[in-house]
């Protein structure tokens, strides 16, 4: 590409970097579907509402207010919210006040929505498995990992607290 004005102080990619943007790339852009059509066809839901339920299961009580999930669910109010009353229509999670920090709704994890939770994770860790953790050696999962939080880091340091730390495999 010749350089221009608007262009010649661009620190463009190498050969080599562009080529693993382009692998990333295809990685985010294929992964997230894949996971999604195996919890969809095996769980009736879709990945974001699976990760709403495992970050319920993994509180105290089963039970998150709102705005707290969906931070850790990392999705906005309103893609929380909505992703909630499909969960709330199946009968995985209610709705209750929240008297924590003020007047606040919260979520509460069912006893339908933990076996549902149950019931769908053997298989989506099957799949997780599948497409990711065995396709690499120990030490490329590692490596991605660490390569995948500091990313994160980079974009969104708070999301990055709530990964748990790498460990060797």
Do not use: F
Not at 4 to 30: F, G, H, K, R, Y
């Amino acid at each position: 590409m010749p350089p221009d004005e608007a262009t010649e102080d661009v620190p463009w990619l190498s050969p080599s970097q562009l080529e693993n943007w382009a692998a990333l790339m295809a990685l985010i852009s294929i992964l997230p579907p894949a996971i999604d059509a195996q919890l969809k066809r095996d769980a009736g839901m879709n990945s974001y509402e699976y990760h709403v339920l495992v970050r319920l299961a993994a509180s105290d009580q089963g039970m998150r207010p709102m705005s707290d999930l969906a931070v850790l669910a990392q999705g906005s109010p309103s893609r929380l919210s909505h992703a909630v009353a499909r969960l709330e229509r199946d009968g995985y999670v209610r709705r209750v006040a929240c008297s924590e920090a003020g007047r606040r709704t919260a979520a509460v994890l069912t006893e339908e929505g933990r076996k549902k939770l149950e019931a769908s994770a053997p298989g989506h860790v099957r799949e997780a498995r599948r497409l990711v953790v065995d396709a690499l050696t120990p030490e490329q999962l590692s490596a991605l990992g660490e390569a995948a939080r500091a990313v994160v880091e980079a974009i969104d340091p708070e999301a990055a607290d709530m990964i748990p730390p790498g460990r060797n495999a």
